[in-house]
C-alpha cells in the first residue's frame, strides 16, 4: 500500500480519530483496489497486444505472397484462425480470466477477418466491402456471448458502423442489417448496464452506442430535402432523454454519453437550421415516404422514453433540452406557413436552449454547462454575422456584450462558490 | 450458462468460421478444375484493398452487345453466352435476363443502354496482386500497348455453371506476375 495513505492512517489512529478496526478495513480496501489494479492492465494489453498482432497478420498477408503455392497460401489463410480457435477453446475450457478471454477473442475476432480476407485474394473473389464485412460480423457474432467478452462487443459495434457506412453512404442502399447486429448486442449491454453501471467497460459502450447510432444514422437518410433536419433532431432528442434515465443520470456526466452527444448533436443542428438556407433552399412537398416513416418512428420513441420518464417521476426540474425535440417539430411545420418564421423561431430555440444551460450551470455550480450555454449564445451570434447586414460597431458591440458575459458570469459563480465554502466553514 | 450450451455452441461457432471460408475455396477448386477456361481481352488499372491488399481491376472489352432495345435497368443480373473468336478470345454471343440453356455463360451486372449496345460489366474484374507488382502491372500493360506491334492482355477465366473464376491475367501467355519481373 501507498506509504503516504499507511503515514496518514497511523496518525489518524494515534490522534483517536478512527478506531484500529476501520483502519483496518481502509488498509483492506486499498489492498483489494491495489490486486485489482495489474489484473485489469493485463487485461487492456492482453487486448491491445491481440489487436496489434491480429492486424499485423492481416497486413502481412495483404502483402500478397505470390512466390508461395495457392496451397501454401491456404494454410496460412487458416493459421490465424485456429490459433484464435484454439485459444478461446482453452480459455473457455479452463475458464481462465478476463484477460485470457479477452485477449483471445480479440484474436479470434481479428483471425477470421485475416482467414477470408486470405481465402478471397488466393481466389480473386470480387465480393464487394459490405458483404466482406457482413460474413466477418456474423462469424463473429457469438464471440460476444460465449465469452462475455466486452472486446467482442465493442468490435462487434465498430465493424457493423463501418458495414452501415460503407453500405449505406453515397448510394441508395439502406444497411437495415445494421439494425440488427446492434440488436444482438443489446442483452449484453443491458446487462452490462445492471451488474457493474459504474463500470470502465459500460461507460465505453455508454459513449460508443450512441456514437455509432449518429454516425450510421445518415446511411438511413436520403438528403433530399429538410426533413433531414427534423430526423438528425429526432435522433438526438431520442439520445438526450435516453441519457436522462436513472441509470445514466445517477453517474458521473463523463459516463453519460447519451446525453452529452444528445445534447452536442441537437444544438450542432439547431445551429444550422438557425440559417435561412436550412429552409429556403428545400421544397417541403418532396419529402420521402421512407423519410417520414423514420422520422415519426424516432419522434415515436423519443416520445415515449419522455412518458417512460413522467411515470417515475424523472421529469423535474424542468429541463428545456429534453423537450427541444417536440418544439422543433412545431418550427417544422411552421415552415409551411412562411419558412422566415421557422428561421426565427429557430434562432429562438437555440438562444432558449443557451439561457436554459446557463441556469442549469448557475443552479447546480457547475463551471462546465455555464459556460457551454455561454458558448451557445456566442456561436449563435457569430452564426448570425455571417448571413445579417449588421454594422461592424454593432457587431463589434456585440462580441465586447457577450466576452463581458463570459467574464462576470463565471466571477459571479466564482463569488457563489467561494460563499458557500465560507459558510460550510462557519 | 450451461457448459453444455456453451460447448455446443463454440463447436457451431467454430464450424461455421470453418465452412464459410472452406465452402468458398471448394467453390471456386470445382469451377478451375470443371470449368472451361476462356481469355478475356482486358487493360488492368492499380487501386487497393484495406485488407484484401494491393489489386488490379480489370476493364473487359466483352463489355456490351447489339440490341434494338434496352434490356435490362441498372444492377439487373445479366446473363452473358460465352463463345471465343477466331483468335481464340472470349466473345458475348447472345445476353438476356434468363439463364439461357446451352453452353457456357457468365452473369453480368448490367449498365446502360446506348446507341443500340446494352452495356454491362463483368463480375470477374478483380485480380490480387503482390503489392510491390500491382502497380509495375499497370505500367507494364500501358507500355506494351503503346508498341507498334500491340500486345494482348487477357484474363484467364474458368466458367462452369453459374460461377466464373478468374485465375491469371496474361501478356502474350505469361502470367502478369512474371512479367513485370521481366528485365
Redesign the interface.
Known sequence: MNSRIDKDLRELREAHVISDEVSQRITDYYQAKKSGGPRKLFAIFGVLGSLLIGLGI?LI??????NFSRFTK?IW??AP?VIG?LA??FS?LKNKSRAWKEASATFLYVG??A????????????GD?PE?LM?WI??GA??V??LRSYTAVLLHLIMATVYACNLGYFNEINPWWYLAMIAWIIPFYLRMLREQPEGNATSILNWAIPLSLAITFGAFVSEATNIVFLMYVGLFGLLYNLGKLEVFNSGKLRRNGYAIIGSLGMIYVFMLVTFEFAWAEFNPSEHLTKDIVITVGIFGMACLVLLYLASKKKLLPFNLFQYAFLIFGVIFVAQYWDFQLAVVLSNLLVFGLGIFAIRIGNLRNNFGVLNYGLLIITILVACRFFDTNIDFIVRGLLFVAIGVGFFLANYMMYRKQQKLKSKDHE | ?NKLV??G??I???L???Y??GN??SQ?EKVLTEGTMYKFKTEPIDPS???????IVLNYEVNSFRSDTAICKYYDKLYVSIGVDSLGFAKATRIGLSEPEIGDFVIADCSGFYNGKQSFSL?????????D?ALLAEEAVREVQRDSLPSVCFGVVYVLGDRA???DVQIDGVSI?DYVEKP
Open positions: 492481416i498477408l495483404a502483402h500478397n505472397w505470390d491456404t489463410a487458416f484462425l480457435q478461446v477453446g473457455l477470421i477477418g482467414s477470408i480476407s486470405l481465402v478471397s485474394q488466393i481466389y480473386n473473389i470480387p466491402m466482406f460474413t456474423l462469424l457469438l464471440l456471448y460465449l | 450458462m456453451i460447448g455452441l463454440f457451431l461457432m467454430v461455421a468460421q470453418w464459410v471460408p468458398m475455396i471456386e484493398d484495406p485488407f484484401r491488399g494491393k489489386y463480375p470477374f474484374d478483380t485480380y490480387y496482386m503482390n503489392e507488382k473464376v478468374l485465375d506476375k
